[in-house]
């Protein structure tokens, strides 16, 4: 299994852009988790998915982002619109329940909002 | 509120320098205290996961154990390849886990 897959692997974007974030899943694994690390605040859950329902969003910051999960092996993470203090490295992780701490991470996206 | 706080923020070892790594966590109803490894532009890597006091796991070098309040990770003569940042989470009620700020060590041949 090639784990689970982000792209792009790097952006850079105006403020006010919208920015999509994809991610894969593993192949199996009910649970997709969103994060966002920075050096300031460490690795933070944005919002998880269980076979493909937003379960919990309490950690997305505001209105300006959303996540979408379609079906089993795709999901989006939107900012619109973008401000510089999104700048972060955004992570997807996938889990296969019910052992959904034990979470496979993505390579992330290293995303700069001038 | 979860909390998870790690200590020493950074550590430097020579190499073959046991050391010990901190975890101290306060939550209503742990299900599961997680260590992932990160190392520098990936995505942290899942090493073990504890679910009650006085439970130990053991993987190479790197050995953690679990009490009412804190968790260690143990590193036995450590090598550069162990070189990375070591993160601790929770999880309690759901599926949510909460990360700790991390320890970076820095294993020096």
């Known amino acids: 299994d090639a784990g689970v897959i982000q792209s792009p692997r790097h952006e850079v974007t105006e403020m006010g852009q919208e920015v999509t974030l994809r991610c894969k899943p593993i192949?199996?694994?009910?649970?997709l988790f969103w994060y966002r690390q920075t050096m300031m605040r460490g690795l933070e859950l944005l919002i998880y998915f269980n076979n493909n329902v937003p379960i919990d969003d309490s950690g997305m910051p505001e209105d300006r982002f959303s996540a979408k999960m379609p079906n089993a092996s795709f999901s989006t993470l939107k900012i619109q619109p973008s401000e510089p203090r999104d700048s972060a490295v955004y992570f997807c992780a996938s889990s296969p329940g019910p052992r959904s701490g034990e979470q496979f991470f993505g390579p992330g996206t290293r995303l700069t909002v001038l | 509120e979860d909390q998870v706080t790690q200590s020493p923020e950074a550590l430097r070892l020579q190499e073959g320098e046991s050391s010990s790594l901190n975890c101290s966590y306060t939550v209503s109803g742990l299900r599961g205290l997680f260590w992932y490894r990160q190392d520098p532009g990936k995505g942290p890597e899942f090493l073990f996961t504890?679910?009650?006091a006085g439970e130990e796991k053991e993987k190479e070098r790197l050995k953690a154990t679990l009490t009412k309040k804190e968790s260690f990770l143990h590193i036995t003569a450590p090598k550069p390849e162990d070189s990375a940042t070591y993160l601790c989470a929770i999880q309690a009620a759901g599926n949510k886990l909460t990360f700790g700020g991390g320890t970076r060590v820095l294993v020096k041949p």
């Open positions: 192949s199996g694994h009910d649970y």
């Open positions: 504890l679910y009650s």
